[in-house]
C-alpha cells in the first residue's frame, strides 16, 4: 500500500512542472498495481485544491478534487492520529509541517510501506521508504 | 436469511457508540444496520473506480514550474 503527497497530484497535473516527467511515470507505476492499494488522506486534498484554487482556478480546483474523491480511498484524519501527528510535529527536528506529519501517521495507520512524494524532507525522516 | 452471532475485536468505542445511537433513533436493530454496513462497505469496495491519471494534464502557464515543491509556500506562506 503506497500513501501520496499533495506534489503527486500537482506534479502530474501540470505539464510544466518540474517533476511532470517523473510524476508521469510514478504515476504508471501506481495504477498499475506495484504498490497493491494507493490512497490519500482529506488533509492531503485539501491541499491539492488549495494550490490548484489559488493558482489556476476554481474549475480547476473542482476538477482535480473530484478526481482524487473517484479514483481511490480517502483516510480522514481524526483527533487520534492528530495527536499522534502533533507529537511528531512538536518533536522533529526536520522541516515537516502539520500536514506532512498527518502523512506519516496516515501512512503508519492503515500499515502503507511507502509514501509518494517529491518532498526531500521526507527522505530524512527515519522508518519511511519514499517512492518519487 | 441464517442469522449469526459475533464478538469483534479493537472496535473504535466511541463511533461504535455513535453508530449505535444513530441505529437506535432510526428504530433499528443493531444487526440489520451492521449488515448494511456491510453490505454498503463492499459495494463501495467493488465499485469500479476511475484512474486518477484520466484527468488530462493542463499547462499552468508561465512561472508553474517549481509549484509542487512550493504547496507550503503558497498555502501556508513558509
Known sequence: ??????????????????????ALLLWKRIESGEFEQYFTSDYVINE????????FGKDRAIAI?????????ILNIDEHMLIEAWGIFTETKLALNLVDCTNIIAARIADAKFIATFDKEFKKSEGISIID | MTQIQIAVRDVNEEAFREFKSDVVKRGMKLGTALTLAMEKFRSELLKPRPKFTSLRPVDWGRGSEKLSEQVDEILYGG
Do not use: P, S
Not at chain 1, 48 to 55: D, E, I, P, S, W
Not at chain 1, 65 to 73: E, F, R, S, V, Y
Open chain 1, 65 to 73: 478534487g473530484k478526481q482524487i474523491l473517484n479514483a481511490m480511498n
Open chain 1, 1 to 22: 500500500m503506497i500513501f501520496l503527497d499533495a506534489n503527486i497530484f500537482l506534479a502530474h497535473d501540470n505539464i510544466n512542472d518540474v517533476h511532470h516527467e517523473k
Open chain 1, 48 to 55: 491539492v485544491v488549495g494550490v490548484t484554487l489559488r493558482k
